[in-house]
């Protein structure tokens, strides 16, 4: 596949939303370049009195609505696309420390149809040693590095992407396929691979329960007769009238406070009739990194 992946400009975070759709069009170029390697010609990331490689004050300025890392994993797997559309990010780190990631979920199916999503804080110091290290790495240069070499032989498990800002509007995009399926021993798949488990053992601070405003939503007219009787679906009336299922087919963005009492009891098994017609609803959290459906 052409090497097309690039250094990504965006005026807001909005352009984050679209990497899972751009995700196949996403690849990588550029050398190997390991942790204490120095690509010819410019100074060493390492080098913290180099005043070209590190910004002052450790962590470039940015506000509270952008997207200072973010990682997302299993994107493009083979899934349902009910799982796909809820999908939420392994970690995303705002431009204030404000930090989501997955919440506990239970280990029973049908699980609830809300996706469970932490929300709390990476301390500075904490944010400017993951950014470091993604410097030492290589990961905040372009062009990125090839990910393709030392790619497993294996299908359907989806990519990793890592987005990195290094700037006000300016972020760093990463994939690789089938990331830790493998052994992991070509340089560009281990930098990654490393700065991954790195960024999601980051210690959060004040973890809560996150509460969006805002989901968006997906239906489509489904049967729950052909999904089994153990466990046996649900069937429960839609009572939104601001939303019609019947053309909810695409993301459409609900507020919170309409849908509280419809979605709190709701599972994955649960499906909702409106009109004399059954549907199938997948929900996603709008994340402040979101300010649209993708």
Partial sequence: MKNLTRRY???????????PGIAAGLAACGSDTSVGEEPQGTPGPSDPTDPGTRPPGGLPPLAANEVRLRVDTGV?????????????????????GTAFRPGV??????????????????????IETLMRSATDRGLTTTPVPDYLAGQPPV????????????????????????????????LPRKNLGDFVAEASSAAFDDGTLYLPTQYGIWAQPANPAEFGTEPAPTVMPWTVATVDL?????????????????????????????????????????????????
Avoid: K
Wanted: aromatic share 8%; hydrophobic share 50%.
């Fill in 9 to 19: 400009f965006l005026s807001s975070v909005t352009g984050l939303v679209a990497l």
């Fill in 76 to 96: 493009n797997a083979f899934t349902t696309a009910q799982a796909a559309f809820s999908r939420t990010p392994t970690l995303l780190v705002m431009g204030d």
């Fill in 105 to 126: 979920q239970i280990e029973i199916y049908p699980g609830p149809l809300l996706p469970a999503i932490e929300r709390g804080r990476i301390a500075d110091a904490a």
């Fill in 155 to 186: 299908a359907d498990v989806g990519s990793t992407l890592v987005a990195l800002s290094v700037g006000a509007g300016e972020l760093v995009v990463h994939e690789a396929y089938a990331l830790g399926f493998g052994d992991e021993t070509a």
């Fill in 246 to 294: 019947a053309t909810a087919t695409s993301c459409t963005i609900v507020e919170a406070a309409a849908v509280a009492g419809v979605f709190d009891q709701a599972t994955q098994l649960t499906f909702f009739e409106q009109n004399g017609a059954t549907y199938a609803v997948a929900v996603r959290a709008i994340l402040p990194d979101t300010t649209v459906c993708p």
